[in-house]
């Protein structure tokens, strides 16, 4: 194992110092004069984290959990199960300097969905004894997956994906989501050498003596042409304005991994996806065998709709890198629309935003209205409609931005909604609606639906078109 510290003697330990306590200014002097003292101090530096505690919910969780060790090298480190001991088995590998309790979200939310839940902290890392070294992580993920028998997916986040990676043909899991898994080492040591001055020749040796320590420069260049122990599937999730992990990588880690998929989200940090509801959800679907692949996006479903004033707009399905403009229209709805749409029933996360832009074509299908403005396309209008049982009931939901309403566009997505549903095979359209809301209510009505009293709830009513 390769601890992150290292002893550093006299001038070396000296310039550490100075480095550390800030002095970037010396940098360019440092550099030139001991390269080495400073590489060292640098890769030092970049691979230290400090420890977290536990929080008092995550304490609790852990607390309830069936917990055993696993022997990694010569320690023992903590190992946690939770759920139905006979259920579909998912293990979780936390990341760079982080813990088992990061999932605590995703624990908890699958433990109550029916499946058993295995996490570790691996040698230097939570409760693990030992120095934090990423041989220590790959060697901890080679005996969880040796041991823990047969594994229905690996959820691993960040650095853990790199430590998956090297050791999959360990075990066989049948599916992998790899959460804000780095691609290369490259965003990381550049954010590293601007924050410090380092420059570049050493950057790139930097960059170099990180890839030895992991085996592997790069995630989707590592599996090209290997199959040994690979998922079937691979879900990959990321957000778009992460800065370690730009969109093109992380699309070119979906397309290397067996059965790639992309889940994007927009306006979460790497850590806030492993706590958002929506993402949860979204990796729950992916396990149980949703998400459409990219190439059934149905291209023959795109028009345009032009509105009384004339103003063009271009209509076509939704697509999952649309997850910005979907945030936007959400973020710019007016409360009384919100509450008219939502049915005041509950705040849209933006994992939750996210996962409406993920469309599976086959059990669902949303529409988008989209007007070109200086700053780009703004997303005006959505009409969706969801599979609930089978093909023969569906459930519709129409949202026109403030500024669009009454101006036709509801009626234009909602006609054009039916006449795809229809010639998709749908066979009926159901949708609820406030007692009150006059828009929808006089739209439906000119579509042809039914408007029914609902026995329960006097404050709704329940609309349905047989097509
Ligand atoms: C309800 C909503 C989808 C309607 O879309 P829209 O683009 O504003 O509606 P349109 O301009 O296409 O109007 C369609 C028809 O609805 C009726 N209508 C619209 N606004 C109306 C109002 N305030 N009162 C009565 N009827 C109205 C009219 O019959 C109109 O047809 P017409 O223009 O030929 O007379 C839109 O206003 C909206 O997003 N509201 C907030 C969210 C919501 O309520 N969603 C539906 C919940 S299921």
Redesign the pocket.
């Known amino acids: 194992m390769i601890p992150h510290s290292m002893a550093q003697p006299g001038l070396s330990r000296q310039i550490a110092e100075l480095l550390s306590a800030g002095a970037s200014a010396l940098m360019p002097v440092a550099a030139r004069l001991a390269p080495g003292a400073v590489l060292r101090w640098a890769l030092d530096r970049m691979l230290a984290r400090a420890p977290r505690a536990l929080t008092a919910s995550e304490r609790e969780l852990f607390g309830a959990a069936r917990a055993s060790s696993l022997r990694v090298g010569n320690l023992r480190v903590p190992v946690w199960e939770w759920g139905e001991a006979g259920a579909p088995r998912l293990v979780f590998m936390h990341g760079w300097g982080g813990r088992a309790a990061d999932f605590a979200h995703l624990i908890r939310f699958f433990a109550a969905s029916g499946y058993r839940v295995s996490a570790f902290d691996a040698p230097g890392h939570g409760a693990a004894p030992g120095e934090p070294c990423f041989a220590g992580m790959l060697e901890a993920s080679n005996v969880v997956l040796r041991s823990l028998g047969r594994i229905q997916a690996v959820v691993a986040y960040d650095f853990g994906a790199w430590a998956y990676a090297r050791t999959a043909a360990a075990g066989q899991a049948q599916q992998a989501v790899l959460v804000a898994p780095p691609a290369d080492l490259e965003p990381a040591t550049r954010a590293f050498a601007r924050r410090h001055k380092l420059p570049e020749t050493l950057q790139r040796r930097l960059r170099q003596k990180l890839a030895a320590l992991c085996g592997m420069h790069d995630l989707a260049e590592h599996y090209a042409g290997r199959r040994a122990g690979l998922p079937d599937a691979t879900l990959v999730v990321h957000d778009l304005g992460e800065p370690g992990l730009p969109p093109a990588h992380a699309a070119r880690i979906a397309r290397a991994w067996p059965g790639g998929r992309l889940f994007s989200t927009a306006g979460l940090s790497a850590g806030a996806l492993l706590a958002d509801r929506g993402v949860a959800e979204a990796i729950r679907d992916f396990l149980r065998g949703g998400f459409e692949v990219p190439q059934a996006y149905p291209q023959e479903l795109e028009s345009t709709w032009s509105a009384p004033d004339g103003t063009r707009l271009s209509v076509r399905p939704m697509r999952p890198g649309d997850v910005d403009l979907e945030t936007r229209f959400v973020r710019e709805l007016s409360p009384r629309?919100r509450y008219?749409?939502l049915l005041g029933l509950r705040k849209l996360s933006a994992g939750m935003i996210a996962r409406l832009c993920h469309v599976d074509y086959r059990r669902e299908l949303a529409l988008v209205a989209l007007t070109e403005t200086a700053a780009g396309p703004r997303l005006v209008g959505v009409a969706r409609y969801v599979a609930t049982a089978g093909m023969d009931a569906t459930e519709i939901?129409?949202?026109?931005a403030d500024d669009?309403?009454?101006?036709?566009?509801?009626?234009?997505l909602l006609g054009r909604l039916v006449t795809a549903a229809r010639a998709r095979g749908v066979g009926r359209l159901d949708?609820?609606?406030l007692a009150d809301?006059?828009?929808?209510l006089?739209?439906a009505a000119?579509l042809g639906f039914d408007a029914a009293h609902d026995a329960e709830d006097s404050s709704v009513l329940r609309l349905s078109l047989a097509l």
Do not use: H
């Open positions: 629309t008219q749409r939901a129409l949202t026109i669009w309403q009454g101006r036709g566009l509801g009626s234009a949708g609820i609606t809301n006059a828009g929808m006089g739209l000119k």
